[in-house]
């Protein structure tokens, strides 16, 4: 008798940390102060500050990069103690300026200097899909978008070594790649002198 209990509670407890990692998580910024990195994130390059936009939307905040930073230069920002291999990431983003650079993505399986990372770019209409090592990037694949000014929505989605990336509910990319197969941090970035606003962070996964 004691033994099938000890097993029940131990069914109940995998299925509660099974449904705990499957809920889901969502940064809005809307309840940290202005001018200062949120709590929990970590700047590793450029100029990350949470600010005030009334086009959020979630309102009031957005998490802003506004660095003019050098070209080769990747701005990046990681939630610390986030650690994902296979997830659902998604995040708003607007692009507000860059003349050499514009728009930003999500990161995802950060280890160091190693990550794969997806963003946009308005300037030159597409969607990019990258493995970066050692803060070098390479591409892994490219689509071209139809963009528009305002909030758009990135969305990854990861099992294993396969990516799959979507602007605006459209699957645009579809990869496999086995370079970094080991849990890691999910964050944020921008190139170069891209300035861009980002609200609703939202991840799911394990």
Not at 20 to 46: C, H, Q, S, Y
Not at 193 to 206: C, I, Q, S
Request: glycine share 10%.
């Amino acid at each position: 008798m004691q033994r099938s209990v000890i097993i029940a509670v131990t069914v109940l407890a995998v299925a509660a940390t099974s449904l705990a990692a499957e809920k889901g998580t969502t940064w809005n910024f809307d309840k940290d102060r202005p001018g200062l990195v949120p709590p929990g994130f970590a700047r590793a390059a450029g100029g990350w500050r949470v600010t005030a936009d009334p086009t959020a939307p979630s309102q009031p905040n957005v998490l802003a990069q506004r660095a003019k930073s050098s070209t080769q230069t990747l701005n990046l920002v990681l939630v610390a103690g986030t650690s994902y291999r296979n997830l659902d990431l998604s995040v708003n983003v607007r692009a507000i300026g860059g003349k050499e650079e514009q728009g930003g993505g999500v990161a995802w399986r950060i280890r160091g200097g190693d990550y794969y990372a997806v963003r946009f770019s308005p300037l030159d209409n597409y969607i990019r899909l990258y493995k970066v090592r050692n803060n070098g990037l390479t591409e892994l694949g490219s689509a071209e978008i139809r963009h528009v000014p305002g909030w758009h929505t990135l969305r990854v989605v990861i099992a294993d070594d396969r990516m799959e990336c979507y602007y605006d509910g459209k699957k645009y990319l579809g990869r496999r790649d086995s370079s970094f197969m080991d849990a890691g941090a999910i964050g944020l970035w921008t190139k170069g002198d891209a300035e861009t606003y980002f609200d609703d962070l939202n991840v799911t996964g394990r």
